[in-house]
């Protein structure tokens, strides 16, 4: 019955460090992406500053502050829409039943197999039939 321990903390530990490893990943996903984010930010506000430079030389400052205003308020527009479309297109499909594809077996995106799924539920059958607290 040592055995059968043994076997469930190994696969209670390769849950665990699975779980870390994809967390992992995940935290360094967001701080790039926020990275990303920053110098974009920095990128595009730099751009507007020039632009209104360049044309409050040539138009005058009232004309250069309405003109740099429009075209962000055309970018936040399109952005906007962008962020709303698949939002919608995501929330008229519907939530998926079946974990694995009937075609090919294979898990779905963002799911589990049911070998999986098995292997971690027996593991915790066991890890409490026979752990010594009653």
Do not use: Y
């Not at 984010?37 to 500053?49: D, E, I, R, S, T």
């Not at 430079?53 to 906007?80: E, K, P």
């Not at 499909?93 to 049911?114: H, I, M, N, V």
């Amino acid at each position: 019955m040592s055995q059968l321990g043994s076997l469930t903390r190994s696969g209670a530990d390769f849950v665990v460090r699975s779980a870390r490893r994809t967390a992992r990943r995940a935290a360094l996903s967001a701080a790039l992406w926020a990275l990303a984010f920053v110098f974009l930010c920095l990128m595009l506000g730099f751009g507007a500053v020039g632009l209104f430079l360049l044309l409050a030389v040539t138009q005058g400052a009232i004309v250069a502050a309405f003109s740099v205003a429009a075209i962000a308020g055309v970018f936040m527009a399109i952005l906007v829409l962008v962020a709303i479309n698949p939002a919608a297109t995501h929330d008229a499909e519907g939530p998926e039943t079946a974990q694995s594809r009937p075609d090919t077996g294979e898990p779905r995106p963002g799911g589990t197999s049911p070998e999986t799924a098995a292997i971690v539920i027996g593991a915790g059958f066991l890890s409490g039939l026979f752990s010594k607290e009653k």
